[in-house]
């Protein structure tokens, strides 16, 4: 698991990015992909699985 923090997340598009701690590299997340509900700002920690654009935030879930 990687850890993160929510950058920006539309309730209503069902999308959002995640920024790596460390890296501060940006993934793309889709709402199938939470586990929990996530907010701008929330710490969370999530793996990562090849999308159609690149890598995504999967299985990500506030810690």
Do not use: P, Q, W
Not at 23 to 51: M, N, P, Q, T
């Amino acid at each position: 698991m990687k850890n993160g923090t929510v950058k920006f997340f539309n309730e209503s598009k069902g999308f959002g990015f995640v920024i790596e701690d460390g890296s501060k590299d940006e993934y793309f997340v889709h709402v199938s992909g939470l586990i929990d509900e996530v907010r701008e700002g929330d710490a969370v920690e999530f793996e990562l699985k090849e999308g159609r654009k690149g890598l995504n935030a999967v299985s990500v879930r506030v810690i």
